[in-house]
Every structure is written in structure tokens, then in C-alpha cells.
């Protein structure tokens, strides 16, 4: 099983700067993918940014050239660094992780940290 813990939202004005930390434990050895996902109120739940074990990123087209995801293989964390934060970019984020366990593919979620960006 794979736990996941987020921490670093907050508010902040738009086109400032938040980093977002996710740290996973347990049988992080089995993770296939991790990284980020946002859902705004009354909107569905939407990638941002994700990263697989070989390598390959993917960002939304939205926060192309704003957001960086990072990941550190040794500490088992995955951080978000946005930057030129606008109002739209307001959400609950969550951290995701997919993994393998018995033959199944399972989807770990964090709690959540928000983020809130005025204008």
C-alpha cells in the first residue's frame, strides 16, 4: 500500500509563487507514476503534472512553462513548483500515485492541500 502526505498550499496573490511537496511511504517501490492533480469547486478533477518511472513528464496544457514537477527518487517525494499563479489556478491539489499490488492497478490519493490565488 501506498500512503501519500502533501503539504505546502496556501494563499497567495496572482503571479506569485507556491511549492507544492508530496511525500509517499510504504511500498513506494511499486509506484509507476506519481505527481499532480487539481480540482476546482463545481469542476471535475484534472491533471497537472505527472511522472512516470522512465522518465516521461506530462504537464497540462494550462500550466505549461508555469509549473515544474520534480522528483526525488532517494526521498520518495514529488514537489510542484508553480510560479506566475493566476486565479484560475485556485483548487484543492492532490497528490496521485499509481501502482501495482496482486496484479492490480491502484490509485493512491493524498488528502488534498489548497491552494488559492487572488487577483
Known amino acids: 500500500q501506498v500512503q501519500l502526505v502533501e503539504s505546502g498550499g496556501g494563499l497567495v496573490q496572482a503571479g506569485g509563487s507556491l511549492r507544492l511537496s508530496c511525500a509517499a511511504s510504504?511500498?513506494?517501490?511499486?509506484?509507476?507514476?506519481i505527481g499532480w492533480y487539481r480540482q476546482a469547486p463545481g469542476k471535475q478533477r484534472e491533471l497537472v503534472a505527472s511522472v512516470r518511472n522512465v522518465g516521461a513528464i506530462n504537464y497540462a496544457d494550462s500550466v505549461k512553462a508555469r509549473f515544474t514537477i520534480s522528483r526525488d527518487n532517494a526521498k520518495n517525494t514529488v514537489d510542484l513548483q508553480m510560479n506566475s499563479l493566476q486565479p484560475e489556478d485556485t483548487a484543492a491539489y492532490y497528490c496521485?500515485?499509481?501502482?501495482?499490488?496482486?496484479?492490480?492497478?491502484?490509485?493512491?490519493w493524498g488528502q488534498g492541500t489548497q491552494v488559492t490565488v487572488s487577483s
Open positions: 496521485h500515485a499509481g501502482y501495482w499490488r496482486s496484479g492490480r492497478y491502484i490509485d493512491a
Open positions: 510504504g511500498s513506494t517501490s511499486s509506484i509507476t507514476n
